[in-house]
């Protein structure tokens, strides 16, 4: 199967598209890039993903999947929600 990507920064998507092109597609907002995703990959901290409504990611995910490359979230807390949740040291 071939890999489709999601991607949504506040603050890097025109200079993203500049550097990548259209090979990904650019989402309107967080929510949007997960539509029917099968993991969600966090690699920035600003604050538009500190407090997301997991209830809303749970139904708009295809697979709970969570990789937290900034360690922002709680791993109790996650898993507790149903999520499938790794991070870097837990």
Not at 42 to 65: D, G, H, I, Y
Not at 66 to 73: A, E, F, L, M, S
Request: proline share 4%; charged share 30%; net charge negative.
């Amino acid at each position: 199967s071939s890999c489709h990507v999601r991607a949504f920064d506040p603050e890097a998507m025109a200079e993203c598209r500049r550097r990548v092109g259209d090979v990904i597609y650019y989402a309107r907002d967080p929510y949007d890039a997960l539509v029917d995703a099968d993991a969600l990959l966090l690699v920035t901290e600003w604050k538009a993903f500190r407090l997301p409504s997991w209830q809303v990611v749970l139904k708009t995910m295809r697979r709970p999947l969570v990789i937290d490359g900034r360690n922002i979230y709680d791993v109790h807390e996650m898993e507790s929600l149903g999520f499938e949740y790794h991070c870097i040291g837990c």
